[in-house]
């Protein structure tokens, strides 16, 4: 069994919506692990960090990616994932690649009323806080600059080769 190819990056980066175009062109099922969260909790992400706190949505965010690093997928995770110490462990089950895509551009595309961790700060706060963690997880780094195709392509290639010279 191959392993999972799990993308992290900020919120808005591109995760999700790469998360189906390498599904398609890998052959492989995908994963958005904050829509298994909602599933699992019946409620939305919203909802869960209103009556839980952060803390609670992390502890559920870290048991459930735990859980579904099953081999051969694709998963996308939520922004956060980085944040708790726990999961760099389990990431290395893994290919970890960052989607690193520049954040005038994340600025210009996110909807910060729909998101809970926008409430108190700013996202380039949030992503220069976090970039070390994200740099730390990582396996591959990927530029988000481009369009969709483009990124599913230098994703495709950069796990080939890690593949086949880095393990
Ligand atoms: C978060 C990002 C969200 C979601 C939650 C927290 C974060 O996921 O997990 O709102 O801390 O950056 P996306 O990165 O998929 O938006």
Do not use: H
Not at 45 to 64: C, L, Y
Not at 79 to 102: E, H, L, M, S, Y
Request: glycine share 8%; aromatic share 6%.
């Amino acid at each position: 069994m191959s392993k999972d190819i799990i993308l992290i990056g900020m919120m808005g980066c591109g995760k999700s919506t790469v998360a189906k175009t390498l599904s398609q062109a890998m052959k492989r099922p995908f994963l958005d692990l904050d829509l298994i969260i909602e599933e699992r909790l019946g409620k939305k992400i919203n909802d869960i960090f209103a009556q839980m706190g952060e803390e609670g949505f992390r502890k559920i965010e870290a048991e459930v990616f735990e859980k579904e690093l099953q081999g051969g997928r694709i998963i996308a995770t939520g922004g956060g994932i980085v944040t708790n110490p726990v999961n760099q462990k389990t990431a290395k089950r893994g290919i970890v690649v960052f989607i690193n895509r520049p954040i005038s551009e994340i600025e210009k595309d996110i909807v910060k009323e729909t998101r809970p961790m926008l409430k108190e700060k700013g996202v380039r706060e949030i992503y220069e806080k976090r970039y070390k963690l994200y740099k730390a997880f990582a396996d591959i780094e990927v530029i988000n600059d481009g369009s969709i195709e483009e990124l599913t392509q230098k994703i495709i290639k950069e796990v080939e080769s890690y593949e086949n010279y880095d393990n």
